[in-house]
């Protein structure tokens, strides 16, 4: 399994930037797409989520109303549409996969042993 991040950069608060996760080699019927992010010696944070089954989500409150995600499940990519960004939101992303439903991505990323795979991480900084 690989997921590949990417599509992070330097952007000014107020702008936006769309980050696509590509998977390949999943093979389960049932899985979420999601994006956490990450900070040296932090915790991860759920930032959203999105099932390739039926298309439902979940977003953090932090997030809500400002980013979307979306899926293409014939590219096998998902993407986070990040709107109206804020210095807070800078932080290294990262997409991983799990065998759950997409409200419960927060507790997913909780347990040592709740993401099934993760990729490499997209740095994205917004400058006030």
């Known amino acids: 399994v690989q997921l590949q991040a990417s599509g992070g950069g330097l952007v000014q608060a107020g702008g936006s930037l769309r980050l696509p996760c590509e998977y390949s080699?999943?093979?389960?019927?049932?899985?979420?797409i999601g994006w956490f992010r990450q900070a040296p010696g932090k915790e991860r944070e759920a930032v959203s989520c999105?099932?390739?089954?039926?298309?439902?989500?979940y977003y953090a409150d932090s997030v809500k109303g400002r980013f979307t995600i979306s899926r293409d499940n014939d590219k096998n990519t998902v993407y986070l549409q990040m709107n109206s960004l804020k210095p807070e939101d800078t932080n290294t992303y990262y997409c991983?996969?799990?065998?759950?439903?997409?409200?419960?991505?927060?507790?997913?990323?909780?347990?040592?042993?709740?993401?099934?795979?993760w990729g490499q991480g997209t740095l994205v900084t917004v400058s006030s």
């Open positions: 999105i099932s390739t089954s039926d298309a439902s989500t």
């Open positions: 991983g996969t799990a065998r759950s439903r997409p409200e419960a991505w927060p507790e997913v990323l909780l347990r040592t042993t709740g993401l099934d795979w």
């Open positions: 080699g999943i093979t389960w019927d049932r899985f979420v």
